[in-house]
């Protein structure tokens, strides 16, 4: 009866259009696994993203954790202000997420370990669906109410080596699991008939690995290159596995290039197949640009682009972002605050998505 009730959910939001949105995350990611999480550090997503090839606190890739040179900790969070448009309407949503906690440290001279999470998929909405029904030969309006509230998390075990002072290597196991609670509620407009709800609580898991390097082309610059292989999503109710969805694989590199000491640019790119993972889902291309100027209190920013992996079209969402940031040094160094702050539009399949984030992170080197 559990498993009949996750079905239920899906199939109640394949029917009908949603008039209602509230206290979720984006809409492109209700009728597929999730809306993906951002592997980036305050830092490295002030410049669009761009840095996360070269961030050692940015769970992107594993070798730029070599460099780490004393143990370090860093926790991020990020509060969204988004206007989700719909079927001619406008709803304001707020969320406010704690994505990312990393830490790491070297072993030795030559070898790094880095552990912590990340969200991978974030699966949280609440969708209010109107229609009716003919009982007893009589037209019966109701509201449909479903919601679901949780994510999947990422929790990486990486190590990192320094072979030479050009060549750095790194690899990662990663370790999927979550949970949501899920529950579809249809109340009649006629209240002579009774409320009916149904409630269940999914479990996620789900295995992968991933391997990286970061090159020195010469002197200030940098080239990355890393790679990800994720075996399958199995959602389970009870102890009867309800799902199981295949996940992508990922490709990416990187290029940071240093004419001075107080300038630093990078470019990023990725790709992920996140058609793997069934109907409704898209391949994706992203790309970033941005740069950091200065050492003390740094100016950041950079501009990024791409696709969503679900939705309800023929082709990919796409998403184009502009991000700022600054940081400062605290206790000679020993502790780091960063802020940021993103604008966010994304479109498609006859929907659109404006979304404010703000971002605060915290770095600490005992």
């Not at 080239?223 to 969805?245: F, H, I, N, P």
């Amino acid at each position: 009866m559990k498993a009949d009730r996750v079905a239920l959910l899906a199939v109640l939001l394949s029917g009908y259009p949603a008039i209602r949105l509230s206290a979720q995350d984006s809409q492109y990611g209700i009728r597929g696994l999730g809306t993906p999480g951002r592997w980036e550090s305050v830092r490295a997503r002030s410049t669009g993203g761009a840095f996360g090839p070269f961030d050692p606190l940015s769970p992107l890739m594993e070798a730029q954790l070599a460099d780490v040179g004393h143990l370090t900790g860093g926790a991020m969070t990020a509060a969204s202000y988004r206007d989700a448009e719909t079927g001619g309407s406008t709803t304001a949503l707020r969320e406010t997420r704690f994505p990312l906690l990393q830490l790491a440290g070297p072993i030795g001279t030559r070898f790094a370990l880095g552990g912590g999470f990340t969200t991978y998929l974030d699966r949280s909405w609440d969708v209010t669906l109107r229609d009716s029904v003919v009982l007893r030969g009589v037209n019966q309006p109701y509201t449909d109410e479903l919601t679901s509230n949780g994510s999947v998390a990422d929790l990486r075990l990486a190590a990192a080596s320094r072979l030479s002072p050009r060549l750095a290597l790194g690899a990662a196991v990663h370790v999927l699991s979550g949970s949501t609670r899920e529950t579809a509620e249809r109340r009649f407009d006629d209240t002579t008939y009774s409320l009916t709800r149904q409630t269940a609580e999914v479990r996620y898991d789900g295995l992968g690995v991933s391997a990286s390097a970061l090159l020195g082309l010469a002197p200030g610059l940098s080239l990355a290159a890393w790679a990800r292989s994720d075996s399958r999503l199995r959602a389970k109710v009870g102890e009867a596995t309800t799902a199981e969805t295949d996940l992508p694989r990922m490709a990416g590199g990187g290029l940071r290039f240093a004419p001075s000491p107080s300038v630093r640019l990078a470019a990023a790119v990725a790709w992920r197949s996140w058609s793997d993972a069934g109907a409704g889902a898209f391949d994706t291309w992203s790309w970033s640009a941005g740069a950091e100027v200065g050492s003390r209190a740094p100016i950041r920013f950079g501009v990024r682009g791409g696709q969503m992996p679900f939705g309800s079209g023929t082709t990919a969402p796409t998403e184009f972002a502009v991000a700022v940031g600054t940081g400062r040094a605290f206790s000679e160094g020993r502790a780091l605050l960063d802020l940021g702050l993103e604008r966010l539009e994304r479109s498609g399949a006859g929907l659109k998505e404006h979304v404010w984030t703000v971002l605060v992170g915290m770095t600490i080197r005992p």
